[in-house]
């Protein structure tokens, strides 16, 4: 019997990341029928990357304010999505991540016990205010999800933890692996650099920094480091799309603005960013989401932060947390630029994140969870994770 399947997205990554899920499911259509719900968290962005990947929002909320607030939102999210799945009933609703939409959807569908699946689920930074609100928002969606779907088999290890039962636990990979394996065999990345850089072969440093806990001090710490690398690297060029918020364009324009080969570039979309990450040499971020893309490329990521809640790279030397020390930061990408050794070792490796079939391992849980089957998955179909497992026994 064919069950209604609600997909709630709102933010850009959350479109990416469950794309891949809305198309596996269409393949089943005698067992699923998928019904995307979008709250417009970041509208323009959210339906552009929907129109690449073929996926059309059946229900749209459009909630998205100027300036608003957290709890603005929640609140906005909370009722319309009441509403909604009181005039569209649902089998069950799967949520993604961390963001607003998925904590404040998972609570609206508890309420109206409709039974929620967590994509991406069992993230920790073991820090509820690194990252901010995002530690929160996954941790309280927890509580109110029947199926959770971890990533890496450390994630499921942190929903343990937490005594979420074994079998309500499902090792997928990341569905971000099969969103850009996708976009890759539709050759949408292939995109030159942006305006004003010469592409003359020189080694990009590619950075992203505009996490709220990277304001103010850290910022310029980051931005200082950039300027020193610049000037001890005389071959390097450093790309930076800047985030329109005035707490980040007005640090980094007042740090960076005018410098020789520090190319500030205005926010580029999904695709373009994929191609700068495919060619760039290093990456410098606080992203969470880049931490997981990089390593598809096999690019080494200093990770500006103090804590993380993807470490798996880390674990398999793929990436490094370095914080927003001056020192740090200099001192770990000077070693990668400096040293072809120091580099390969980085650089090498398979991707802990995933292996491309994160949305096949959940249509087939799914099914089986919806038909009141368990185990959902058996041992040798769950995602192994490139010797995390392994990390996590040790």
Request: glycine share 6%; charged share 20%; with cysteine.
């Amino acid at each position: 019997m064919q069950k209604r399947v609600g997909i709630v997205v709102g933010t850009r990554p959350d479109a990416i990341k469950m794309a891949p899920v809305v198309l596996e499911l269409r393949r089943h259509p005698n067992e699923f029928s998928p019904v995307v719900i979008s709250t417009g968290q970041h509208r323009q962005m959210l339906d552009q990357v929907l129109q690449v990947f073929d996926v059309r929002v059946d229900l749209e909320l459009d909630l998205m304010r100027q300036n608003q607030t957290l709890s603005g939102l929640t609140q906005r999210i909370l009722e319309s999505m009441d509403t909604l799945l009181t005039r569209n009933p649902l089998d069950c609703l799967l949520v993604q991540g961390d963001t607003t939409t998925a904590f404040g959807a998972a609570l609206a569908a508890f309420y109206r016990k409709v039974p929620v699946a967590h994509v991406e689920a069992g993230l920790r930074s073991h820090d509820l205010f690194q990252p901010w609100p995002e530690e929160a928002n996954r941790r309280l969606a927890a509580v109110v999800t029947q199926l959770h779907f971890a990533p890496t088999p450390l994630a499921r290890e942190n929903l343990l933890a937490e005594a979420i039962p074994a079998e309500d636990v499902v090792v997928t990979g990341n569905t971000i692996v099969d969103a850009v394996d996708t976009l890759l065999e539709m050759q949408t990345i292939e995109h030159p650099l942006p305006q004003g850089i010469p592409d003359d072969g020189s080694p990009l440093i590619l950075v992203t920094s505009h996490r709220r806990e990277s304001w103010g001090a850290e910022l310029e710490n980051i931005c200082d480091s950039i300027v020193e690398l610049v000037d001890s690297f005389p071959h390097i060029r450093v790309v930076y799309p800047v985030h329109l918020n005035p707490n980040v364009s007005n640090t980094v324009q007042a740090r960076l603005g005018n410098r020789d080969r520090v190319h500030l570039v205005a926010p580029v979309d999904y695709f373009q960013f994929l191609s700068l990450l495919r060619r760039c040499y290093l990456v410098l971020t606080d992203s969470g989401g880049v931490q997981e893309e990089a390593p598809i490329f096999h690019k080494p990521v200093l990770v500006l932060r103090k804590v993380t809640e993807r470490p798996e790279a880390s674990l398999m030397g793929m990436a490094k947390v370095v914080g927003t020390s001056r020192e740090a930061i200099v001192h770990e990408a000077s070693q990668l630029l400096s040293s072809d050794f120091a580099y390969r070792n980085m650089a090498e490796g398979e991707c802990p994140y995933g292996d491309g079939r994160a949305a096949a391992r959940i249509a087939t849980a799914l099914s089986r969870w919806l038909q009141g089957e368990r185990p959902v998955l058996q041992d040798s179909e769950e995602f192994q994770g490139a010797g995390i497992k392994e990390q996590v026994a040790a």
